[in-house]
């Protein structure tokens, strides 16, 4: 059922009866049913629990009804499952105790076996498929090498990243080494995720936003095409989001089905300058998810009009959910995409 899913067949570029709508953190922290779970399990406990994972999973297709899964987790596993101590605070978000900062502990990494410490994830995407029963597909994902390197370097999320940025221009070759580090675990880990039955995977390159474009070539391009290169994907989709570049060439002539595009471009323009070659997953601004219901109605037909006529798109916000966000607005945004863009 899954492959001839209308999201599957939209991020093959086909035309399909409406537009497929997910969304970017749907499994998460402004449904009430996951703020429950988390009351009693801690962050990691509920990534590494297939139970809860794969409960967590569902939850936003039995309650949004979204067209796809995406299977709860984060792109912080790989770093701590090469031996980095992550830790979910409440008020700061994911922190590494011990941030990278030289070259000696880049190779003091745990790389060997890295694969096999995450078996936890692919426990979770088998039951989670078992659970879904093919109602919808299952999306796998895996941060960007440089925006885990990200991570690893500040060591917590960052305003300015001038301890990452600082690190790359004084220690390229150190940086390089890291980041090809875990490009290889990144084709690991979504082959494995692919392998276990994903049926797509996403690669988030959410910080792709803090380089020029030419360190966005050198420092994290590289590496997603090398991802991109190296996945035996078997026809699982592959979506790439690089939030905040300028640019959509180079990312056009990677070997992946789909682009995925933040909310301050308009399709349109992205979908003429890559002259169609990839299908498009975007990009309603998520904080229109608090303005009332005739705007959110008339936001989503302005997405959809951007987008225009034929297949390959995939309905989503240009970036994460807010945990704030009302969950019947969610609701109405889904009913408005099946109405909307039905044919
Ligand atoms: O309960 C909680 O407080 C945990 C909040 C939370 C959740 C629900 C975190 C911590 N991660 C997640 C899940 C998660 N993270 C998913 C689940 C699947 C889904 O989309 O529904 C995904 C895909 C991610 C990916 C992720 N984690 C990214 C890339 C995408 C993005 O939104 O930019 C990034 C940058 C992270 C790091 C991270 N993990 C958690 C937080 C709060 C953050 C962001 C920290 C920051 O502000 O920099």
Avoid at 17 to 29: L, Y
Avoid at 189 to 212: E, N, P, R
Avoid at 305 to 317: C, K, V
Avoid at 322 to 327: A, E, G, N, R, Y
């Amino acid at each position: 059922m899954s492959k001839d899913s209308l999201f599957i067949r939209a991020c093959k570029g086909e035309q399909t009866e409406r537009t497929p709508i997910w969304i970017m953190r749907q499994a998460g922290r402004y449904l009430p049913e996951y703020r429950a779970l988390r009351e009693k399990y801690d962050f990691l406990t509920s990534c590494k629990t297939p139970e809860l994972a794969s409960e967590i999973t569902i939850q936003p297709i039995d309650i949004v009804d979204t067209d796809a899964a995406i299977l709860f987790s984060d792109i912080l596993v790989i770093p701590e499952a090469m031996g980095m101590h992550l830790e979910l605070i409440e008020s700061k978000g994911p922190v590494f105790s011990e941030p990278i900062r030289s070259i000696g502990q880049i190779e003091n990494l745990e790389t060997d076996e890295t694969l096999s410490r995450l078996d936890y994830v692919m426990q979770a995407v088998k039951m989670t498929k078992e659970k879904l029963n093919g109602r919808v597909p299952l999306i796998g994902f895996s941060g960007s090498p440089w925006t885990l390197a990200t991570y690893m370097v500040e060591g917590k999320g960052s305003k300015n990243f001038d301890i990452i940025k600082s690190f790359v221009y004084n220690e390229p070759e150190s940086a390089h080494k890291l980041l090809q580090i875990l490009a290889d675990s990144v084709v690991e880990y979504l082959q494995a995720k692919i392998d276990a039955g994903c049926d797509a995977v996403q690669i988030f390159d959410t910080w792709a936003s803090i380089l020029s474009p030419a360190d966005f070539e050198e420092y994290s391009l590289k590496y997603i095409s090398y991802i991109c290169d190296n996945l035996q994907s078997k026809g699982v989709p592959i979506i790439v989001f690089a939030k905040g570049v300028g640019s959509y060439q180079n990312l056009a002539q990677l070997k992946c089905d789909v682009l995925g595009v933040d909310w301050t471009k308009e399709l349109s323009r992205v979908r003429a300058e890559i002259s169609g070659r990839k299908a498009l997953q975007g990009n309603l601004d998520p904080t229109v998810l608090f303005a009332p219901k005739e705007k959110i109605r008339k936001e989503t037909e302005r997405v959809l009009r951007s987008y225009g006529e034929g297949g390959g798109h995939i309905f989503n916000l240009g970036h994460g959910i807010l945990s704030k966000t009302p969950v019947e607005n969610v609701q109405y945004l889904v009913e408005c995409v099946r109405e909307l863009s039905s044919k």
